[in-house]
């Protein structure tokens, strides 16, 4: 999607890449980030009339136009980290608290995440008042409009979720955390499917692990729960002659 900070002039392109496999959402998203998946459920309503689209907002990316003081430069950046430096957009210096950040309906895992890597000292795109590499209660953040780059383009990568990690004894994830996981993995899993057609168990669990391991560490058992879920929900069907063999249902 194109969108804009600081004075630029709107270009007619907007475009946004997604998944729709599952239902997600904003609870506080602005005007911008509404109007195009409304047009575009209009779209295949007008179509396809009693189906419904629903957006694997955690999965897209986005080209943002940005005015910084020495220069401008198109930042790369995932759907997440659109949403919140658009909180930012036209606000010259005004601070943004953790807890107003929070308002965006992101999750607390992945939010500390995305504001993180805009953090970071060579893609310091937001100033953190607090020091450290951590996210505290009660931080609070600013546009960094000296920020530069040699880039014209500049991609923002993501950190990796053990920097985030927030001291979770064994294996217990946030409820919020589990679901957005699983969302993940099972649209790795259509997505693999749907290209490859055909694919045993080993592999289709190696290309799972390789597509998530910059999000997190996808374990085998909880690849095989999704696949279950899936073949219930009749997204894949196990081969007669091999239950190790999986075949995408169109």
């Given at each position: ?88 957009n036209g606000a010259g210096n005004e601070v943004q ?154």
């Amino acid at each position: 999607m194109y969108l804009f900070l600081g004075n630029i002039l709107p270009r007619k392109a907007l475009l946004l890449p997604f998944y729709f496999l599952f239902p997600r959402r904003w609870y506080h998203p602005c005007y911008e980030l509404t109007y195009v998946p409304s047009c575009a459920s209009f779209f295949v309503w007008s179509i396809c009339q009693g189906r419904k689209l629903a957006w694997q907002t955690s999965l897209g990316n986005a080209d943002l136009k940005a005015r910084f003081a020495k220069a401008r430069h198109e930042l790369n950046v995932s759907t997440y980290q659109m949403v919140i430096l658009m909180r930012f957009n036209g606000a010259g210096n005004e601070v943004q608290t953790l807890e107003a950040l929070s308002e965006l309906g992101i999750p607390q895992a992945e939010l500390r995440r995305h504001l993180i890597s805009l953090c970071t000292p060579k893609h310091k795109i937001l100033k953190k008042e607090s020091k450290g590499k951590g996210i505290e209660v009660g931080d609070k953040f600013t546009f960094n409009e000296d920020f530069t780059s040699k880039l014209k383009r500049v991609k923002v990568p993501l950190v990796s979720a053990k920097e985030t990690s927030v001291g979770l004894v064994g294996d217990e994830l946030p409820a919020g955390v589990e679901e957005d996981r699983r969302h993940l993995v099972e649209a790795a899993i259509v997505r693999i499917m749907k290209a490859r057609k055909v694919l045993n168990h080993n592999e289709l669990i190696a290309e799972v692990t390789r597509q998530l391991h910059q999000r997190f560490n996808a374990v085998p058992a909880f690849i095989k729960k999704r696949v279950e879920s899936l073949i219930e929900r009749e997204y894949l069907e196990r081969d007669k002659d091999d239950r190790r063999v999986y075949t995408y249902l169109a």
